[in-house]
């Protein structure tokens, strides 16, 4: 099955749907193994939850409940999104691996965003090295996999993995970063060859004001895709998973991501200018 990027985008969103979202929403976050078995539980009682503006535990986060309330209901009614499989959660990287039981040779990989002090360190140490302990733990995830055919996304720290990934693993053939950092100029020079076959796989969608994905230098081939997100957030919530979305709210006090006239969540186009340069082209 063939996703498209902003469906692969949806499924980011769940690397940081954690307890404190289904403790806001009243659910528990039980094993699962599948998309529908992990979201089936957040109904629309516990959607209401999320959507109440007098809950203190629904804005533990950047995302918010209302936000989430729309996310989980998108990702819900996309029956190519609710149909697959969870084959593999792993804290450790993060990473969630995703498996559509009627393509059993494709997989598509999710990567959160910095968890953790160790990560913030792996961040200031990829300023000036090619390959990060952090990096190395994606690309080790990735080779591991019992996939040939590998979609990779991430957003932010794990949109830089999944960079990484796509450049030094043959496994990956396509890439979905959501305002992922750039490399280093020793990471370009030692990986060049690499990225000349590779580079084009890449596509980094950054939005309008992010102050992440401006770091160092864009993967040279890549396409780098400003989006005018959710324009009432600015600072850190703007580098928000969530903010790629304009949200709306329905006459039943339901909130949604603003779609197309197909029903697909509907990425604006930005204007800012980039100010990422391009090395070796």
């Known amino acids: 099955m063939y996703l498209t990027d902003e469906q692969i985008m949806l499924l980011e969103q769940l690397t940081y749907l954690t307890d404190d979202v289904a403790d806001a929403a009243g659910v528990l976050l039980g094993p699962y193994d599948s998309v529908e078995n992990l979201l089936q539980q957040f109904d629309d009682d516990a959607l209401q939850r999320l959507e109440d503006p007098g809950n203190p535990d629904s804005t533990k986060d950047y995302t918010g409940g209302k936000k989430w309330a729309a996310i989980i209901r998108q990702i819900k009614s996309d029956p190519d999104l609710y149909s697959l499989d969870i084959v593999n959660k792993d804290d450790s990287v993060p990473a969630i691996c995703f498996n559509d039981p009627d393509d059993p040779e494709h997989a598509v990989v999710v990567f959160r965003g910095t968890s953790g ?4 360190i792996d961040n200031a140490i990829g300023l000036g090295v090619s390959d990060t302990e952090r990096q190395k733990v994606a690309l080790d995830y990735i080779e591991n996999l019992p996939y040939d055919s590998i ?8 949109g830089n993995k999944a960079q990484y990934v796509t450049v030094l693993s043959d496994k990956v053939d396509r890439c979905i970063s959501m305002d992922g950092q750039g490399f280093s100029q020793e990471f370009i020079d030692k990986y060049y060859a690499e990225i000349q076959k590779k580079g084009h796989c890449i596509k980094n969608y950054y939005l309008e004001g992010d102050f992440v994905s401006i770091l160092m230098f864009p993967v040279p081939g890549s ?18 998973t969530s903010s790629f979305y304009q949200f709306w709210q329905d006459e039943e006090g339901r909130w949604h991501i603003r779609c197309d006239a197909d029903g697909n969540t509907a990425l604006i186009p930005g204007t800012r200018e980039d100010s990422m340069v391009y090395l070796h082209e």
């Not at 002090?117 to 913030?120: A, I, S, T």
């Not at 396409?223 to 928000?240: F, K, L, P, R, T």
């Open 117 to 120: 002090k160790d990560e913030w």
């Open 223 to 240: 396409d780098q895709i400003c989006i005018d997100g959710d324009d009432s957030v600015i600072g850190a919530e703007n580098h928000a």
């Open 151 to 158: 979609t990779v996304a991430g957003h932010s720290k794990g």
